[in-house]
């Protein structure tokens, strides 16, 4: 049953990234895409270069507060974790990559998997959280573009999250020992503890500013990345840094979608339809949407891979750990 349910969601991920893909370079010929391609000037390369590397590097800053009432993380090993659970979510269908970052992370430090995977659960709604605030924000200096009733469900959904996880830091532990009271479950109570342990750093008003900060920071910095993009192949007009966040806030809405790996054709879909709702040409969006995705695509896997081996791991390796990874968590 496991298996079937992995390849539904694999033929799922196929087809609905298939007709996107179609739907991208739909009613485009080669000759259009090879045209905007050729604007592309090298000069910026070592610019560009520069934006993933720095994105992961926040992503690290920010994970090292989560973890701090565990373990005492150093940035660039968790820099490392986070380029190898990007890397595999390239390479690997149903998005397996923060699982094998926790499975990675939880033998390097020697904690409970289930705590490391409870404090990237909270990576993951700060994300949605930031990325939801920034949309409200850019949308409302284009009124025309954005219906005020999405910026409203935006916001609202912003609110929901924030309230969740103050509920999860607040009131975890109540849970957890409410858990642990549970007879014949031990697993469960265990379980319970150990992810309540994850969200242990944000009852610290200090530490949710600064995660919070490092959250809107980092897409803020890949919204930089989407203008500079623009700027290396010549758009005019130029795409600045409130309409770059409304790009990257489509594109990360597409790619919620059941995706393969890299979420190639979910991307671009999503980039061509918001460029094109800002009047450039479709050849131009998708020529755009095809550097700014392989680029990053590239970089992070590339990196993603050499750390992988590096701290003495094997796809294969993992792909086992993932296979055999215990239900209730515990430590690897």
Request: net charge positive; aromatic share 10%; hydrophobic share 55%.
């Amino acid at each position: 049953m496991k298996r079937l349910k992995r390849s539904a969601g694999m033929g799922l991920a196929l087809v609905v990234g298939g007709a996107l893909l179609f739907y991208a370079f739909k009613d485009i010929r080669p000759r259009e895409v090879l045209d905007s391609l050729s604007d592309f000037r090298p000069a910026w390369l070592p610019v560009l270069l520069v934006f993933p590397l720095i994105d992961l590097l926040i992503r690290a800053l920010r994970w090292s507060l989560l973890l701090a009432p565990m373990t005492r993380a150093g940035v660039w090993t968790l820099t490392q974790l986070e380029a190898i659970g990007l890397a595999v979510n390239n390479v690997l269908f149903l998005r397996l990559g923060e699982v094998a970052r926790s499975l990675v992370a939880a033998q390097e430090f020697e904690v409970p998997v289930m705590s490391v995977l409870a404090t990237i659960v909270v990576e993951r709604l700060c994300d949605m959280a930031a990325i939801l605030l920034l949309f409200v924000v850019g949308a409302s200096f284009m009124p025309d573009l954005v219906e005020p009733r999405l910026r409203a469900l935006a916001a609202g959904l912003t609110l929901l999250i924030l309230a969740a996880l103050g509920t999860a830091a607040a009131g975890g532990e109540r849970l957890a020992r409410a858990a642990a009271r549970l007879r014949g479950l031990p697993s469960v109570g265990r379980m319970a503890g150990e992810l309540v342990c994850g969200t242990r750093a944000l009852r610290s008003w200090s530490v949710c500013f600064q995660v919070g900060f490092w959250s809107l920071a980092l897409w803020i910095w890949d919204a930089a990345y989407c203008s500079a993009i623009a700027a290396s192949m010549g758009f005019e007009p130029g795409l600045g840094l409130g309409r770059a966040i409304l790009v990257l806030c489509t594109a990360a809405a597409g790619t919620m979608l059941p995706t393969v790996p890299g979420a190639f054709g979910n991307f671009e879909a999503s980039v061509r339809f918001i460029l094109e709702r800002f009047g450039y040409d479709r050849a131009l969006a998708v020529s755009y949407a095809m550097v700014s995705h392989l680029l990053g695509y590239a970089i992070v896997t590339l990196l993603g891979v050499l750390f992988l081996y590096k701290l003495g791991h094997t796809f294969e390796s993992l792909r086992r750990a993932l296979t055999e990874a215990p239900a209730a968590g515990g430590r690897p």
